[in-house]
């Protein structure tokens, strides 16, 4: 038996499910903005990381877990009601169109850890092909889904391949999302980049902040001063 990922302030229960912690939704969740956000969605929320963690730094939003695959909701549902803020958490079982297709009012800000592989071979099971591949939520999916239900000043904060950032930004301009920060993630010093992270707005902006962020000291497997920072409310010692 799967032991569940145990966080200072809440536990992931991950058994059977697809969507593992990883270090990817972990990045996300900690560097994405909340300040003010009213309403946050969480869209793809696997077993609930991000939503969680936007959960404990936004002490007052109403977070929605959007997530289609049955054995991730099924995680989803048992962390977001074993936690301390889940009068304040919403678990919808729908995919993104679906959701589009029923969806009143609008979202303060979309936060999301998609599937990102395009091409290459796939593993069989269907949710772990959906959990890696882009098959049912591409990134057109999202913006332009984005666009329909972000209120006035909207955000979409994102987390990709950093090969695929100048292709996305492109699809973000004409979605009519304009970047707001750009971090580039590295493993290691001197490593090449290898994760975006993007936080859009469906309004002009003329001043983009542009980070970026070394997880790992040069040898071993201890966590970098900025990565240890960044996370520090949130991981184990």
């Excluded at 991950?14 to 972990?26: A, E, R, W």
């Excluded at 007052?60 to 877990?65: E, L, W």
């Excluded at 695959?69 to 009068?87: G, Q, R, T």
């Excluded at 493993?187 to 707005?201: A, D, T």
Aim: glycine share 6%; hydrophobic share 40%.
């Amino acid at each position: 038996m799967e032991l569940p990922f145990q966080f200072k302030q809440f536990s992931i229960d991950q058994q059977d499910s697809p969507f593992k912690v990883g270090t990817d939704g972990l990045l996300l969740g900690a560097w994405a903005d909340f300040t003010d956000d009213e309403s946050i969605l969480d869209l793809g929320s696997g077993t609930g990381l991000i939503a969680l963690m936007a959960a404990q730094r936004n002490s007052a939003a109403k977070i929605i877990g959007l997530e289609p695959s049955e054995i991730a909701f099924s995680n989803l549902l048992k962390n977001f009601k074993a936690s301390k803020w889940s009068s304040r958490l919403e678990s919808i079982h729908l995919s993104w169109q679906e959701y589009l297709g029923n969806k009143q009012g609008k979202i303060d800000h979309i936060v999301c850890n998609p599937p990102f592989f395009i091409s290459g071979q796939q593993k069989q099971d269907d949710d772990q092909a959906n959990a890696r591949h882009t098959n049912t939520l591409s990134i057109e999916d999202i913006c332009l889904g984005a666009q329909q239900i972000l209120a006035p000043n909207g955000k979409l904060s994102m987390i990709f391949p950093f090969e695929q950032l100048e292709t996305n930004l492109e699809l973000f301009s004409l979605a009519g999302l304009y970047p707001k920060r750009i971090c580039l993630a590295r493993s290691r010093p001197k490593k090449p980049f290898h994760r975006s992270l993007v936080q859009v707005q469906n309004s002009p902006n003329w001043l983009i902040e542009q980070s970026d962020m070394t997880l790992l000291e040069a040898k071993g497997y201890q966590r970098s001063n900025e990565f240890e920072a960044l996370t520090k409310d949130f991981l184990l010692d």
